[in-house]
Each structure stands twice: as structure tokens, then as C-alpha cells.
């Protein structure tokens, strides 16, 4: 093997790893895009019936789930498993701003920070 393979198995490699990036961006673009997509048809909808004169109450809004530390860990758990990570990895991936998934990132947003990880550990 000589110096010329080294150098174009090295330039493939970052290709790839280029193109992977690039794959992840646009899967959370997209996710983005669905997201703002949603949020506006739900406010147009508002809108409207804001609009009417006997507008129907809208109680999804009024709905809150409380749940106990332990059923909110176990959710977690869960839900990393679904994503074959664990919470190290997925704050590792946050530390870096480089997720894995748009799932990992929006499993971010909902639960880092708010996990202690020595009781994600307990509970197994």
C-alpha cells in the first residue's frame, strides 16, 4: 500500500463522514420544516376560531400529566433504548451539537437536564 491509497482511503473516509453530516442535517431540517408546518396550521386554526362568534373550547390545551420521578425516569429509559442510546451518549451528543437522529435531538430537548443518571442506572 503506498502513500497515494493512504491519502484517497483518508479523502473517502471524510467524504463519508461529510455526506453522513449532511444526511442528518436535512433529516433534522425536515423534522423542522413538519414542526413549523404544524404550528402554523394549528394557528390559523386558532385564528378562525377566534374569529366565530361561539368559538368551541378547546380543553387539549388544559391537559396536564403529572407523572413521579420514577415513571418519568422509566421513560426515559425507555426511550433511549427505542434509540439504542444511552444518556451519556445523548449528552455527549448535545455537548457536541451533533445528533445522531432528529429523534435524539428532540429526546434532548425533552428530557436533558432534566435526568438524574444515577437513577436512570438505579432503576434498571
Sequence with gaps: MNVDDIVAEKIAAARRRAEEAKRRRAALNAARQRGLAHRHAQR???????????????????????????????AA???LARLGLTYDQ???QARRRDFASAQAQVLWVSIGGAINPQLLEEDQ
Design 44 to 74: 390559523l386554526r386558532n385564528q378562525a376560531a377566534a374569529r366565530t362568534e361561539a368559538p368551541e373550547p378547546d380543553d387539549t390545551d388544559d391537559v396536564v400529566i403529572e407523572v413521579t420521578e420514577a415513571e418519568f425516569h422509566a
Design 77 to 79: 429509559r425507555t426511550a
Design 90 to 92: 445523548l449528552e455527549d
